[in-house]
Each structure stands twice: as structure tokens, then as C-alpha cells.
């Protein structure tokens, strides 16, 4: 089956696909776009966030990360997602899990992590306390506010999955201890390695989005 993904940052996320691609065990021809394609460092720079903007942080291709404003990107990604439908792609999955507007429109399914994490995360937290881990100090106060939305209890920590492996360890040597039963690692760019070190550091269950993601997605490509 042929499906399309939309990066906020560029393409392709050889970092996402190489946690996601076995998930669907050969069926599967990927197209990937990115709203951040073409652009120039100099040029992304200039999508620098307001104190009111929605904040997101995403990968280049040179493997270094930018933190944006949503707003300067929506045109472009409407582009990327007309892009892939013209390609034959039978649906399109964003990698990043972020909040987007219903302006984005496509007529296959759009699948957006945000909206799985937003369904599933609930059903896995027993005590309805979580710890999200967001990349950004910019991000915090909209991450909690997102998910008081879903669970009674919400702490997010800021650190970025493409910083330094130390401040990854730092962050889940301080959520241990944390009142809380669950663990989501609230962006496209935490890797199975992330998750599998989270888990044993804080001895709590923790929720990867991107292979959540796949694993959906391979729900409708798994026929043989």
C-alpha cells in the first residue's frame, strides 16, 4: 500500500522510519514531505514563535532541530499533503504530534499522533497522572494545558530528544520520583532507545508516539 507522512520539519525523518518501517513488515511504500523543505536555516529563522503562537519543534535533514510557529507552516503543509494525494498515497500520517487545525484538508485520511495519544493515553494511566516529556521549555504551558483536557493530572518536562543524551537521563532521573503511573514522550522525535531508557529509569510505563503511530497504521496495510 502506498501512504504518504508530512514532517513539520524536513524530509525525510530517517530517524522516525528507522524505529517504524519492520511495524509493517514490507507491506508498505512510504512517500515522505516536510513543511520545512527547501527552506534555508536563515529562512526558518524567520518563523521565530510570539509569546501567543503555538510552538513546534521538529528535525532537519542535517539533523539539527528548530523551534517554529505553527502559523508560518499551515500553507505549506496543506501543499505537502496535496503533494502526496497526487502521488496515489491512500492515507497520510503526520510525524509529529502536535495540535493542527480542521483548515488542513485531504480526501484520504489524515492520521494525526495527537489524536490516537489523545484517545489511548487515558485508557493506560490508572491513577489518571502522567508525566508528558515535550522538547521545548516554550512548549510546557500548552503541553499541560492540552492533556488537563484528558487526564486529572498533568506535569510536562521540557527536553529536547535531539539534545544530549545526559539531559535525556537527567529528565528521567527527575520524573522517577514523580506522582505519576505513565510516561509520554509527547514528540515525533523520541526513539525506541529513548523509551526503552525512560522506562527503566523511572520504573513507569512510558508511551512512544511513533510507533504507537505505525502500529495503528498497519491496522489497514497489514492485508495480505
Given at each position: 500500500?502506498?501512504?504518504?507522512?508530512?514532517?513539520?520539519?524536513?524530509?525525510?525523518?530517517?530517524?522516525?522510519?528507522?524505529?517504524?518501517?519492520?511495524?509493517?513488515?514490507?507491506r508498505v511504500e512510504l512517500s515522505q514531505r516536510g513543511g520545512l523543505d527547501g527552506l534555508t536555516v536563515e529562512q526558518i529563522a524567520e518563523f521565530?514563535?510570539?509569546?501567543?503562537?503555538?510552538?513546534?519543534?521538529?528535525?532537519?535533514?542535517?539533523?539539527?532541530?528548530?523551534?517554529?510557529?505553527?502559523?508560518?507552516?499551515?500553507?505549506?503543509?496543506?501543499?505537502?499533503?496535496?503533494?502526496?494525494?497526487?502521488?496515489?498515497?491512500?492515507?497520510?500520517?503526520?510525524?509529529?504530534?502536535?495540535?493542527?487545525?480542521?483548515?488542513?484538508?485531504?480526501?484520504?485520511?489524515?492520521?494525526?499522533?495527537?489524536?490516537?495519544?489523545?484517545?489511548?493515553?487515558?485508557?493506560?494511566?490508572?491513577?489518571?497522572?502522567?508525566?508528558?516529556?515535550?522538547?521545548?521549555?516554550?512548549?510546557?504551558?500548552?503541553?499541560?494545558?492540552?492533556?488537563?483536557?484528558?487526564?486529572?493530572?498533568?506535569?510536562?518536562v521540557p527536553v529536547s530528544p535531539y539534545g544530549p543524551w545526559e539531559d535525556l537521563a537527567a529528565a528521567a532521573g527527575a520524573i522517577k520520583d514523580?506522582?505519576?503511573?505513565?510516561?509520554?514522550?509527547?514528540?515525533?522525535?523520541?526513539?525506541?532507545?529513548?523509551?526503552?531508557?525512560?522506562?527503566?529509569?523511572?520504573?513507569?510505563?512510558?508511551?512512544?508516539?511513533?510507533?504507537?503511530?505505525?502500529?495503528?497504521?498497519?491496522?489497514?496495510?497489514?492485508?495480505?
Amino acid at each position: 500500500m502506498k501512504i504518504g507522512a508530512v514532517t513539520i520539519g524536513q524530509a525525510p525523518r530517517t530517524d522516525v522510519t528507522s524505529d517504524i518501517m519492520h511495524i509493517f513488515d514490507g507491506r508498505v511504500e512510504l512517500s515522505q514531505r516536510g513543511g520545512l523543505d527547501g527552506l534555508t536555516v536563515e529562512q526558518i529563522a524567520e518563523f521565530k514563535p510570539d509569546k501567543e503562537d503555538y510552538v513546534l519543534v521538529s528535525r532537519l535533514t542535517d539533523g539539527t532541530s528548530v523551534t517554529f510557529a505553527e502559523r508560518y507552516i499551515l500553507p505549506r503543509l496543506q501543499e505537502c499533503i496535496n503533494e502526496l494525494e497526487a502521488e496515489g498515497a491512500r492515507l497520510i500520517m503526520f510525524f509529529c504530534t502536535g495540535d493542527f487545525p480542521e483548515s488542513l484538508t485531504s480526501n484520504v485520511p489524515l492520521v494525526y499522533p495527537c489524536h490516537i495519544l489523545n484517545k489511548v493515553v487515558p485508557l493506560l494511566t490508572k491513577k489518571s497522572s502522567i508525566v508528558t516529556v515535550t522538547p521545548s521549555p516554550l512548549q510546557v504551558g500548552q503541553c499541560e494545558k492540552k492533556w488537563s483536557n484528558f487526564v486529572d493530572h498533568v506535569k510536562a518536562v521540557p527536553v529536547s530528544p535531539y539534545g544530549p543524551w545526559e539531559d535525556l537521563a537527567a529528565a528521567a532521573g527527575a520524573i522517577k520520583d514523580m506522582d505519576a503511573d505513565l510516561v509520554v514522550l509527547d514528540c515525533i522525535g523520541f526513539t525506541q532507545e529513548m523509551k526503552d531508557m525512560f522506562a527503566k529509569e523511572t520504573g513507569k510505563l512510558v508511551v512512544l508516539p511513533r510507533t504507537l503511530l505505525a502500529r495503528v497504521i498497519s491496522e489497514l496495510t497489514d492485508v495480505k
